[in-house]
């Protein structure tokens, strides 16, 4: 059994009441450890929950149903870490199954009725976005000015809470971003992009904090749909969104007006092309491209490939943000500020160039069917950033993509770590 993970027998009482599953009781040690209780169903043939945790220990018992859990672990100092376990359960003889953090889980219903499973996890739900890590943190934990609270932006008392401590600044990142994802689960791009922004203006506006926190809302090109070849959008052109992601996108950036205007808010909304560079979340087309080249795995290329896209360096993403942060008196000139780019790349071209410099077969890019709705084309028009704060890229795609690669090959596990997959027995293969 992996280090750390346990599976037990539990007390069952036979009475008029049915079947009591003693999982915990007060006078169990363990008791006082957690932090909520939930319960799960599946269907059966369903896959459930495979992830991990950073901080929060599970402590899983199926009530109903027959289910095969499975758990790897991957904790970096792990005497067993590589290894991948089976428990098979029956709610007949009832087990708790103890999954430590950063051990990977999730179970399978192997019966012929729905499964029902509680769990008992030593911190409350929290609904942190795995492409967020606080690896990302390190550098910056050292220093006396940082702190982590590690919160749901759509949990209106923890946004509260947080503001009560007071800002002088705050810039807004907090978003579901994959389109792909968004067209499976329109509902969770409600939630955080806009539910979870309007808490955050609510409760930035709403409190009476003086002076009340400066505002900057980072969005996309998206919410102005596709451009047509030629031209590029200024900040002033109306907002068409066309997938589940760019609208919710589009919705905040309409809330934020409304509370900017309602309660006097100092806002910026910061609309960029596609951003890139080292650390970025796997799943986006140019890790998951250079990820797959480096593995000599096919890279999947939506239709015909010559949807085209701007792309914007990390640090230069940044830089632009810090200009338009610094430089308040500029930045009130008016609201919304494009950061652009110049270097636009049309995805075969894209990834025949990751080919190139992964020193990988260009038969490796696989044709895929596209996704519904596939924009052809986003552009944006930053005349107007470059000249009130003196802003332009200055990294060059080549330069870029060149520093992304490099510093992907040195650092394959942590892609792989951040790497969604789920295996074989669990899918069904």
């Known amino acids: 059994m992996i280090q750390g993970c346990s599976v037990r027998l539990l007390t069952v009482h036979t009475d008029e009441r049915g079947r009591l599953f003693e999982i915990l009781r007060r006078d169990d040690p363990e008791f006082q450890q957690f932090g909520q209780v939930y319960v799960t169903t599946a269907r059966p043939g369903i896959v459930k929950g495979w992830h991990q945790h950073h901080i929060q220990t599970d402590h899983f018992c199926l009530i109903e149903g027959r289910a095969r859990f499975a758990l790897y672990d991957d904790r970096p100092e792990s005497p067993t870490r590589g290894q991948l376990d089976e428990v098979e359960c029956d709610s007949g003889q009832p087990r708790l199954i103890v999954i430590p953090p950063l051990v990977y889980h999730g179970f399978k219903n192997i019966g012929n009725c729905d499964v029902i499973c509680m769990n008992c996890p030593t911190e409350p739900y929290n609904r ?38 007071g800002f002088d600044l705050i810039v807004h990142f907090a978003a579901e971003t994959h389109v792909d994802r968004s067209l499976e689960n329109a509902g969770a791009f ?74 006097d808010l100092d806002l910026a909304i910061v609309r960029s092309v596609n951003v890139y560079g080292p650390r970025q979340y796997p799943e986006k087309v140019i890790p998951l491209f250079i990820s797959r080249a480096l593995a000599g795995e096919p890279l999947p290329l939506y239709g015909d490939g010559l949807q085209s896209r701007s792309w914007l360096y990390v640090d230069d993403f940044v830089d632009g943000i810090m200009r338009i942060a610094d430089d308040p008196a500029h930045r009130r000139e008016q609201i919304v500020w494009h950061l652009g780019s110049t270097d636009e790349t049309r995805n075969l071209e894209l990834a025949q160039s990751i080919c190139r410099l992964c020193n990988a077969d260009p038969a490796l890019i696989t044709s895929v069917p596209d996704r519904p709705g596939h924009d052809r084309r986003y552009a944006l028009d930053f005349t107007r950033t470059e000249t009130v704060f003196g802003w332009r ?27 969604t997959w789920t295996p074989a027995f669990l899918r069904g293969d």
């Open 128 to 165: 942190a976005h795995p492409a967020g890590s606080s690896d990302n943190l390190e550098e910056a934990a050292a220093d006396p000015r940082h702190r982590h609270e590690r919160i749901d932006i759509a949990d209106d008392d923890a946004v509260d809470g947080l503001f009560m401590q």
């Open 190 to 263: 409600v939630r955080t992009n806009v539910r979870g922004t309007e808490n955050m203006l609510k409760s930035a506006g709403r409190r009476r904090l003086s002076p009340k926190p400066a505002v900057i809302i980072i969005s996309t090109d998206e919410v102005y749909g596709p451009t047509p070849h030629g031209i590029r959008f200024g900040t002033d052109a109306p907002l068409t969104p066309t997938s589940p992601y760019a609208a919710s996108k589009a919705v905040a950036d309409r809330l934020a007006l409304a509370y900017a205007r309602a309660y």
């Open 393 to 419: 890229p200055r990294t060059t795609m080549d330069t870029g993509m060149e520093t992304t690669v490099r510093w992907m090959k040195s650092n394959l596990e942590w892609c792989r770590r951040r790497t």
